[in-house]
């Protein structure tokens, strides 16, 4: 979509969703998971990532056994992927419909030992403990187990502030080149 020749002065600082398809192929390479489902928010940003994926899946010889992609509910899609015996299932979808997503695979039993689920999960530090969803934090956790969360990696980890004073907004720590001994307010 943005190449060079189009946009020559356009950089980007964070990837595009189609950055995670290569590691998750990767990774279904390395495992031979060869026979695969897929379900992805239908809203351009997953969509367009969705279908390079399916694009480069193709390319790798692997059998996409089923598409699916939903915009109000999600039963549907996991009946389908249920029904055609689907067990490696990769996911392009947000935050808040992963919670729904998850909550039906608990109630479908599309979890555990039997499945493997692949998702583009750039989400908040424990997301399935927030409200929403239908299901209990514990019944996400338990549905959750075993899954994979393909993210970017931080700038850091730790609470404080980068030497450019680039920090996590949450004043947990000093910033770099302080003594400690002086109080870090984030603005």
């Known amino acids: 979509m943005f190449t060079s020749d189009s946009f020559p002065n356009f950089f980007r600082v964070v990837p595009s969703e189609n950055a995670f398809n290569a590691p998750r192929v990767a990774l279904l390479l390395h495992f031979n998971w060869t026979r695969v489902g897929t379900i992805y928010q239908n809203e351009p940003r997953y969509a367009l990532a ?8 193709d390319d790798n ?56 689920w692949v998702v583009m999960g750039t989400y908040a530090e424990e997301w399935w403990t927030k409200p929403g969803g239908g299901c209990a934090p514990s019944e996400l956790a ?10 970017l ?3 850091t ?31």
């Open 153 to 155: 990696l931080p700038l």
């Open 61 to 116: 010889k692997m059998e996409v056994v089923e598409t699916q992609s939903f915009a109000t509910e999600v039963t549907t899609a996991l009946e389908k992927l249920k029904e055609k015996d689907v067990r490696i299932i990769l996911g392009n979808f947000n935050e808040v419909w992963a919670r729904r997503i998850f909550c039906e695979a608990y109630k479908f039993g599309m979890y555990g030992r039997k499945y493997q």
């Open 50 to 57: 969705h279908n390079r994926l399916v694009a480069d899946l």
């Open 157 to 187: 980890t730790e609470k404080y502030y980068t030497v450019s004073g680039i920090g996590d907004g949450s004043g947990g720590g000093p910033r770099a080149g302080s003594t400690g001994g002086e109080e870090t307010k984030s603005s």
């Open 142 to 151: 338990e549905a959750l187990h075993g899954a994979i969360l393909t993210d």
